[in-house]
Nanobody, 113 residues
């Protein structure tokens, strides 16, 4: 069983920033591109950002320009920094090994004043 552990969610005011973290095992981390998805209440899970093992990135249009996905190979971790947060960013954010059904437990992000 692949274990992905997310952290860093919370309550943030509109316009604020948040940094999410996801840690997994070294073998998994070195093998797969990693990604962030999110699921808002009543909506389907949607892609947010992806980073390959070589560090190439791509983003959903909804977060492009105000988010950064990165990876730390020494910590087997990826991160998602989102700036200029909006109420519509409110969702449970999930870490994923790209192309697989491996998901973390999710971390709640709530953007509200």
């Amino acid at each position: 069983q692949v274990q992905l552990v997310e952290s860093g969610g919370g309550l943030v005011q509109p316009g604020g920033s948040l940094r999410l973290s996801c840690t997994t095992s070294r073998s998994i981390f070195s093998m797969y591109p990693m990604a962030w998805f999110r699921q808002a209440p009543g909506k389907q899970r949607e892609f947010v950002a992806r980073i390959t093992t070589g560090g190439r990135t791509n983003y959903a249009d909804s977060v492009k320009g105000r988010s950064t996905i990165s990876r730390d190979n020494t910590k087997n971790s990826i991160y998602l920094q989102i700036d200029s947060l909006k109420p519509e960013d409110t969702a449970v954010y999930y870490c994923n090994t790209w192309g697989t059904a491996n998901w973390g437990q999710g971390t709640q992000v709530t953007v509200s004043s």
